[in-house]
């Protein structure tokens, strides 16, 4: 990091990009991305369970990927029976 942002009393890059994680909390702050991630579960329960993800650095693919298999096992866990998926 830069010195300027340590003297200006930052801690950590600002233009840092963390996704969001698979938890509870993650899908909590996931907004707006309803479609896409019922979408992604929707492919993931039917054959062949593949999900191909592309667009730009940074728009948040890995958030939506993190906040999907973290659905999905919590939907396991809900009714058992279909595939167990582990974010």
């Known amino acids: 990091m830069p010195d ?11 233009f840092a990009q963390t996704p969001l994680p ?19 579960q929707t492919r993931l329960s039917s054959p062949p369970k593949m999900v191909t993800i592309e667009g730009r650095n940074g728009i948040g693919k890995t958030s939506i990927i993190n906040v999907a298999a973290f659905r999905a096992y919590q939907e396991y866990l809900s009714s058992p029976g279909g595939p167990l998926l582990i974010p």
């Open 22 to 40: 698979p938890t509870e909390l993650g899908s909590q702050l996931l907004i707006g991305r309803e479609a896409e991630v019922r979408r992604i």
């Open 4 to 14: 300027i942002y340590r003297e200006w009393g930052f801690r950590s890059n600002l």
